[in-house]
C-alpha cells in the first residue's frame, strides 16, 4: 500500500530556535508543538508566532482537528490553548506526561495542581493511531530528553521532536528530571529503523555560524553525518559523551517558566486574588 505523502508547513521561531509545523491533507490538519511568543524581561505574552499559524490555517481553508505536543518543552511556552481557543480543535500529548506532571508539581510545589493529565483534551498511548482527515498518525514512544516524548509518525513524515537535531547540531539534551540517555539511544534506534524514504522534521535548529535554519533531515543523512549518532557508534559511547556534555550546559533560559505552562497544556497559571497571574521560580534547586 502506498504511503500518503501529507502536507508540511513549518514556521520557525528565531528566538528559542523552534519549529512548528502545519501538517495537512488539503482538508484537515494538525499543528505540532506552537510557540506562544515570551519576553522573559518583561513577562510579556504574545501571539504573534501562533497568528502566523492560524491565518495558514484560514487562506488555505483547513480545519484543525488536532494540536499535538511532542513533549512539555523546556525551551518555549506552548500556544496550544490560543490555537484551541480558535479552532476547537483537541490538545493531545503522551499519557506519559503524567510521570513528567507530578515531577514538576514536586518541584515547583504547585500545590493547586492536580497532575492528572485533565489539561489535555486528549493523552495518547503509546503505538495509538488517529486520523487526521485522510491521513493516519501514529505515536511512537521516545523517551530519553524527558520520560515523556513522542514521535509523531503521520503518511512518510516523522515529527521527531527533541530527539536528534541537524546533524551538525547532535543531540537532545537528557540532563532533566526523568531524562536517560540510554533510552534516547533506543529512541533513536527505532528512528533509524523507520522507512528509508520517512521524512524527519526536527522541533530546534540552532545553525553553526553560515549555515541557515533547517526543519527537514533524512534518516540516511543522520545515520551518515549526526555528530552524536551516526551509524556505529555504540550505546556506551553516546551515553559517556552525553553525560560528559550535560554537565556542562546551562539551563534553559525559559525552563521554568516553559514547563510551568507547558505541563497545563498551554493553560497560564490561574490569576491570583489581585487579578494577576504569577510564574514560579525556584531558588538553588540546580546546585554547580
Known sequence: MQTAIPQ??????????????CVHDGRHAAVIDPVLDYDPKSGRTAHTSAQAVLTYLQHNNLQLDWILETHAHADHLSAAQFLRAASGAKVAISRRILGVQRTFRQLLNLQDF?????DFDQLLDDDAEFAIGSLRAQVLSAPGHTQADSVFLIGDAAFIGDTLFMPDVGSARCDFPGGDARRLYASVQQIYALPPATRLFVCHDYPPAGRAPRCQ??????????????AGV???EFVAMREQR???????VLLW?????NIRAGHLPAPEANGRAYLKIPLNLFHA
Open 114 to 118: 492536580a497532575a492528572d493529565g485533565a
Open 234 to 236: 555504540s550505546e556506551a
Open 217 to 230: 533531515t533524512s534518516i540516511a543523512e543522520q545515520r551518515a553525518h549526526n555528530i552524536h549518532l551516526h
Open 246 to 252: 550535560d554537565k556542562n550546559l546551562a539551563a534553559p
Open 8 to 21: 508540511v508547513q513549518a514556521f520557525y521561531e528565531s528566538i528559542s530556535g523552534s519549529y512548528t509545523y
Open 257 to 261: 517558566p516553559s514547563v510551568q505552562v
